[in-house]
């Protein structure tokens, strides 16, 4: 049982998650065999002001 781990900032639409969802289990059943039925994949919405990179906050280094 394949588990695909996103995490991601958070404003993606539920019907963007939907595609992606979609893209990456046919991208592993492609490339590594099995069903898609056998991958799960789960998403995980952060908050930019819940990521760091290079030393500082998302939020800061990305303001929207």
Do not use: H, Y
């Not at 049982?1 to 592993?28: H, S, W, Y």
């Amino acid at each position: 049982m394949p588990i695909i781990r996103v995490e991601m900032f958070t404003g993606r639409t539920e019907q963007q998650k939907r595609v992606l969802v979609r893209e990456l289990t046919d991208a592993f059943v492609n490339a590594a065999g099995g069903t898609p039925e056998s991958v799960n994949v789960v998403i995980t919405d952060v908050d930019k002001s819940d990521w760091g990179s290079g030393g500082e906050l998302c939020s800061d280094k990305f303001p929207d």
